[in-house]
């Protein structure tokens, strides 16, 4: 099992910054990737940024060079950052870090995922 407490979310205003960390504990030496999704109210869950252990770090479309995937690692804990500047309220959304264990071809998709993390709330005001 894996233990994933995330923090950071809150209230910015537009062209705002701000840090979500992400810290997995338990049975992390399975770990494949880590990554971001982010859901806003009445759409679905959309990929915000994967960093596999092996391969390429990948951004949703929609980032366009505004954040930056980040990973802490050691011999108890991972820890995923998003770093997120230059915010505008469509970016308002639950933000959802999350931890792959087994091989996949790809991180883009949720169902790629076996973890979910709690999921803290971003919110952009113009």
């Known amino acids: 099992q894996v233990q994933l407490v995330e923090s950071g979310g809150g209230l910015v205003q537009a062209g705002g910054s701000l840090r979500l960390s992400c810290t997995a504990s338990?049975?992390?030496?399975?770990?494949?990737?880590m990554g971001w999704f982010r859901q806003a109210p009445g759409r679905e869950r959309e990929l915000v940024a994967t960093?596999?252990?092996?391969?390429?770090?990948?951004?949703g479309d929609f980032v366009k060079g505004r954040f930056t995937i980040s990973i802490s690692r050691d011999a108890a804990k991972n820890t995923v950052y998003l770093q997120m500047n230059r915010l505008n309220p469509v970016d308002t959304a639950v933000y959802y870090c999350?931890?792959?264990?087994?091989?996949?071809?790809?991180?883009?998709?949720?169902?790629?995922?076996?973890?979910w993390g709690q999921g803290t709330q971003v919110s952009v005001s113009s």
């Open positions: 999350a931890v792959a264990t087994s091989r996949r071809e790809s991180y883009y998709h949720e169902e790629s995922y076996d973890y």
């Open positions: 338990g049975r992390t030496a399975s770990t494949y990737a």
């Open positions: 960093r596999p252990w092996i391969g390429d770090t990948y951004y």
